[in-house]
């Protein structure tokens, strides 16, 4: 997207959201807990709220659990209510809250618009703060896979490296001097196991910055086993391994899957199963040169990952992988300096939000977009050479 109003795109919420505002969590579940943990840079949430009779009076996340109908009844202040539960419920308990008088974007939000639009935009609005929904780290470009359509672009990498462990500690340093938390900061490659140094970053953000960050993870495309050592500490620093399930097209995944799979339970590492139908290709044959165009696919595409690199945060992760690659070269816009964020908080938020001075980057006019606009698919995992 392309500035309209630089420093001002989201002035329009400056009426729903401050400091004054006092937020209820619907939900004191998984998603209610994760929540709270996205939102500990300030001391905002007043009370859960759940229908569950055996949790009403506990205490969850260090606050009280309310009925619903204690909830209602009560008099509050200037409050707003975010509905934390599955989805098959988020429906019915959103329509209590309509029929009760509440006006859905104003004082009533449901968890994943919340987290991943709002949450951003009221860290700056109500307390001042910088919140980034996801950020990745490249450890290396070292994958010993060589995946058609690799997002990463692994096969057009000429140049695979690991990156030194103190330049990826000095990017972790520097990021959090000037933000004040992270939904998910996401470990990655290349295959972010055989980066060498990964138990020693691993542990460094964690006993740094994890009271910063929500979820610390990796994704590994299940062919390495990982030491009992490894999954000790991985256990320990609380980090999420999520699991791509390859084995359709990759054989030497057959005989590890379910072996990382088991480890991950022996040693209680949170861990997903990850498997999917097909992929998207990014890829585009042909290079789009009208601007206008690529501003437009640059805005639908909604992308929501940023990435971290040299002390800057890119606004989108795929570009900065296809100038890492040489596929092509970088352009104003692409990135942030992070020691510019503290004198442009609202700006710096805009930006990881998908604003930019061009209103697209510089892969956009090779990229055929995310998922949200993309519907070129094809196989998963499948090998070019192995």
Known sequence: MKWTNKGHQFDRFSE???NEMKVYIYGAGENGKDLFSRMMFADCVEAFIDNDERKVGDIFC???ILSLYEFISKKKEKHFVVIAQSLSNIV?????F?????IEGKNLFDYHSFVRFYLPIFAVYSWD???IPTVSMLMTTICNLDCKGCLNFTHLNKNKMHYPLEQLKENVDCL???INGVGLFHLCGGEPLLYPHFMEIMNYISVKYRNKISELGITTNGTIIPSDELCIQMSNANLSVWVDDYRKNVEIANGTYETILKKMRNFRVKYYANYVDEWINIEKENIDTDEEKNINKCTLCSIPFVSLKNNKVYGCNYSDYACEANI???ISGDYWELSQISNNKKIFMEYIMGYSDNGYYSYCSKCEG????NFNKIPVAEQYSL
């Open 92 to 96: 019915l308990s959103k329509q209590q």
């Open 328 to 330: 092509v070269n970088g």
């Open 129 to 131: 703060k910088i919140y």
């Open 98 to 102: 309509l029929c009760a008088g509440y």
């Open 62 to 64: 260090g606050k009280k």
């Open 176 to 178: 959090f001097s000037q």
């Open 16 to 18: 729903i959201f401050s």
């Open 370 to 373: 995310s998922i949200a606009i």
